[in-house]
C-alpha cells in the first residue's frame, strides 16, 4: 500500500510559481514511478508530467514544457512539480499518483492517488 498527500496549493497571480509536494508512505518511495494530474471543473483528469522511479526519465504533456518541472527526492519521500509563469487556464486540483502499470500518461494506470490540492491563478 502506498500513501499520498499533496501539498502546496494556494491561489497565485498569472506569472507566479508554486511548488507542489507529494508526500508518500507506505511501500519504499524508490521502488515506484509517479506522476502528477490535474483537473478542471467540468473537465477530464489530464496528465501533467511523470517520473521514474529513479529520477532518470521525466516526462511532461506537451503544452507544459518548459514551465513545469517534476522531480523527487527519494531520502525524502516526496515528490515535487515545479510550475512557472502560471496562467489562469491552468487552474484546477492537482493530484499525484504513484506505481503505474503501464504508460505514465495513463490515469488508469495508477494504483494509488493522494486527495489533491488546489491550485487556483487569477488574472
Known amino acids: 500500500q502506498v500513501q499520498l498527500v499533496e501539498s502546496g496549493g494556494g491561489l497565485v497571480q498569472a506569472g507566479g510559481s508554486l511548488r507542489l509536494s507529494c508526500a508518500a508512505s507506505?511501500?519504499?518511495?524508490?521502488?515506484?514511478?509517479m506522476g502528477w494530474f490535474r483537473q478542471a471543473p467540468g473537465k477530464e483528469r489530464e496528465f501533467v508530467a511523470g517520473i521514474t522511479w529513479n529520477g532518470g526519465g521525466s516526462y511532461y504533456a506537451d503544452s507544459l514544457k518548459g514551465r513545469f518541472a517534476i522531480s523527487r527526492d527519494n531520502a525524502k519521500n516526496t515528490g515535487y512539480l515545479q510550475m512557472n509563469s502560471l496562467k489562469p487556464e491552468d487552474t484546477a486540483v492537482y493530484f499525484c499518483?504513484?506505481?503505474?502499470?503501464?504508460?505514465?500518461?495513463?490515469?488508469?494506470?495508477?494504483?494509488?492517488w493522494g486527495q489533491g490540492t488546489q491550485v487556483t491563478v487569477s488574472s
Open positions: 507506505g511501500r519504499t518511495f524508490s521502488t515506484y514511478a
Open positions: 499518483a504513484a506505481e503505474p502499470r503501464g504508460s505514465l500518461y495513463e490515469p488508469l494506470a495508477y494504483n494509488y
